[in-house]
């Protein structure tokens, strides 16, 4: 397994094998492209009790306890220390069967506190949908996201083989 340099990333969107929408050129670095925050936020309901971590937990529990917010016309999602949200990508990317992928941060970020995923990087192969940022502040300041920004970097990896994802996550919305 190997990661795709800016030549095979062109040669694969060229190909249509990698398809990712809105795909802004520039965004195309050596090794990774990058992805913009979307206009939606998913905060979570401070609540009295505790939350099930379990086995048994369903796919989508974290949806009972907590909300949607759209920020527009500019505006940002203010996101306040040592607090999380989840976030969502413009771009709609569908990887091929024998493409993974990786969602990481970009350091500019990284060094104000900011993390784009808590612990869920890995991108299955044959998805086709926005992908979802567990975003954490890690700062003691207060972060102001503004959709648009160019918040994450998709990183390609060439399996050995071909697989292909039809999970839950599959067409996934926050």
């Excluded at 190909?15 to 492209?33: C, F, R």
């Excluded at 969502?88 to 350091?107: F, H, K, M, Q, W």
């Amino acid at each position: 397994m190997g990661v795709l340099s800016y030549t095979e990333i062109k040669r694969y969107l060229d190909e249509k094998k990698l398809i990712i929408v809105p795909l802004d050129q520039q965004s195309i670095g050596t090794a990774s492209i990058d992805l913009t925050l979307g206009e939606e936020f998913r905060y979570f309901v401070p609540r009295n009790g505790s939350v099930p971590i379990s086995n048994e937990a369903g796919a989508k529990d974290y949806q009972k306890f907590s909300e949607i917010c759209k920020v527009e016309n500019g505006k940002p999602y203010r996101l306040d220390p040592g607090k999380m949200c989840l976030g969502i990508t413009n771009e709609r990317v569908r990887l091929p069967p024998d493409l993974c992928a990786l969602v990481e941060g970009r350091s500019r970020f990284a060094r104000l506190g900011l993390s784009v995923h808590i612990t869920a990087s890995f991108i299955h192969p044959g998805i086709d949908s926005k992908t979802v940022l567990e975003i954490f502040n890690a700062s003691n300041l207060t972060l102001d996201l503004y959709p648009g920004t160019k918040v994450c970097q998709m990183i390609f990896m060439k399996m050995e083989g071909n697989a292909e994802y039809c999970g839950t996550f599959q067409n996934q919305a926050l």
